[in-house]
Every structure is written in structure tokens, then in C-alpha cells.
């Protein structure tokens, strides 16, 4: 045996992406100036120059989650890593937990819950609708000795946006924390964690942030903090935590893990952008560019999955008109436009398409590649298709719509 025995079948060398337009559920495009971010020399993750851009980080992330909680810190990790955070430091074996299932990741908090030794009760609503506060009103009604409800804010599985306020509000008259997953909310609808009263809530870099996949801003109330302080019980997970974590993103920076430092950096760019744009412009931009979709598609016959109360700007879900066969769809635009779009989960696969305008994503252009391509990709499939015409829907939307109109923070 030698080395090169070892060597794999085909010849390697550098691997160089296509260029991609993202505009699936996730990941979205991620800015240049993030990119740029990203290549920069790495450092130590205990150099006190990266420690002060620590710093910086945790106060753009309260910036984002509208906060003054001082436990707000990216995790190292995808957004299913904050996920998991926040049960297994919340779930102590036995306890009572409430999840309000109305998509995948709903399904996803269960298994979470299930796997802490946590009893779940599960409120089920419809998929496409979103949670029902009367029902979760109910529940709490039936259990009296439920701890924590459970919930997902934007359920990218099908577009639809819950009232988080409400949400919390019922959950707090009933004694309960609360848990959400805010991973495609944050920075693209309002999110407002203290004038909500969320107590632990999980984001994820690459949905409205323009950042790649890999880290997952959290943030944790004090009441969250006391009851980690105070478990009998050790957190079944030594890498998730908190007890250990408030070390390393705390005042002591002891050594807990190396953190991704690029990777930070790139996050840490995503925020300053996030912060020089406003978070509300932000939001009026993903607005904006989800009504010009809407009105685009609409001339191509396709009908949204969701009600129009409840829609997700950054996450359209729409029905795959009739004869058109929806994969053979997703695979042209993406082998002749390069451009990404998403399938349905679950019941929904084969019947609806999910167009992400995330972050970076949202814009412009990429609304008007999407409509443009898909209205050639339809014509050929001979679907009768007058080209121009969704553009120019489009545009009338983004005439009336004057963005100007949001006054820019910074
Ligand atoms: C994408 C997503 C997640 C999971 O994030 P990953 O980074 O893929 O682990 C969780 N919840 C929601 C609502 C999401 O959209």
C-alpha cells in the first residue's frame, strides 16, 4: 500500500460554484460584502480584537431581535442547533410542553421535545393557516401544568406568519414560557422580542440576513437564564449548554469551543447592513418586492397557498397551475436561468412551488429574472403565455410602491 492508493477515483481539483440566484425557502443569496467579510485573516477566538467584534455582534443581534437581553449570541450552528438549544436547556425530563404544529418545523420542535423526556401536547392546526390562539388557549385550559409553549413564528414550509404576540401573551397568562422559532422572520417581518415578551427564541443566518448557512442568533430572557441556573438536572448536552456557553459569551471568555471566527465576521457584516438599511426599511423592502411577485405570478395563473392576512412576504407559496408539471418547472430554471426556487413538503409536494425573497435575495431583479423565466419556461411547455406581461404587473407594483417612502435609519 502507498499513498496514493488512498487517492479518490477522479481527478480533483478546486471547487468553483456556479452563480446561483437563490430564491428557494433557504438559503438565500449571500450579500458581497458578506463574501468579502468572510475571507478576511482569521483570528484566534479568544484575540481580544475578536472578542471587542464579539461584543459588536451581540448588540447588532439585539438590534435585530429588538432586545435588551443580554444572553443574545449567535450558536455555532445551523438554525436546528438554536432549535435544539433552547429545549434541551428549557425541557427538564418530565415537564409539560405545548407545541403548536402548523408545518414541518413544528413537527421538528416535537421530536425536540419528545427527545428531552419532555410530555408534548400537541396543538394541530392546518397547514398553510397559522397557529390558532384559541386553541392554544385551550390547551393551556386543559393542562394546567404545562412550563413552556412551543411555536413557530414563520413556518417556511408554507408561507404562513403567526401572531407571536398574541401567542406569548396567552401562553404568559398561563404561567408558561415560551419558545420561538423565528428562523425566516428575522429581518424580514416585524419581529419585536421584549414588547412580545418572547423568552427564548432561535434564528438562522441564512434566510433574511443574506449570510450563509452555519450559525443561529439566539437570545434568551432572564427568566430563561434563571431556570437553566437553577436545574437539579445536567443539560443532557455538554456542547449545547448554557450553563457552560454564558462563559465563553459572557465576561469570562473561557474556552468553550473554537468558535467559527470567518464565519462570525460574515454575520457580524450581515448586521451592519441589516443596521444601515433600518430593520424597518427592511421589512418594507420585503414587502414591497413580495407584492411585485404576487402581482406577476397572478398573471400566470397561479393562486397563493395562504390567506392574504397571513401571508409571508419573504416565502411565497403558490399552486402549480394545471398541465404544467411543476419538477420538470424547478429543473429547467434552474439548468437555463441558474436561478433556485422551491418544491412543496409533505402534503403539498408536486402541488405548490415556494419562492423565497430572503435578505439579499429580496430584490428588483431577482423578481423580475423569476417572472420573466418562468413565463418562457411555461410558453414553452405550451401553456399559452403573452411574454412581458407578468414584468409588467410587476412594475406597476414597484411604481406605486415607492420605497423612498420608509424613512432610512442610518
Ligand atoms: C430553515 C428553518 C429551520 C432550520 O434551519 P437550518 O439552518 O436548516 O437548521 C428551522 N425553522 C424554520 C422555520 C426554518 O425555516
Redesign the pocket.
Known sequence: MTSTDFYPAKKLTTFYPPQRTLMG???SDTHPRVLTALARPTLGHLDPVFTDMMEELKSLLRYAFQTKNLMTFPVS???????EMCFVNMITPGDKVIVCRN???GS?MLENVERCGGVAVVVENKWGEPVDPQKVEDALKQNPDTRIVAF??????TGALSDAKTLCEIAHLHNCLTIV?????LGGSPLKVDEWKIDAI?S????CLSCP??L?PVSFSERVIDLVKSRKVKVQSWFMDLNLLLGYWGDTRTYHHTAPTNALYGLHEALVMLYEEGLEHAWARHQRNHKALKAGLETLGTKYLVDEKYRLPQ?NSVYVPDGIDEKEVRLKLLAEYNLEIGAGLGDFAGKIWRFGLMGYSSKIENVMLCLNALETVFAHMSKKVDIGVAEAAAHRVYEANPLSAVPKKA
Open positions: 425557502p433557504g438559503p450552528g445551523p438554525g436546528s442547533v438554536g432549535m408545518g414541518v418545523f421538528r413557530v413564528h414563520a413556518e417556511t414550509s422559532d423565528t428562523v425566516t422572520s432561535y438562522g443566518s441564512q434566510k448557512p452555519g443561529s416565502l
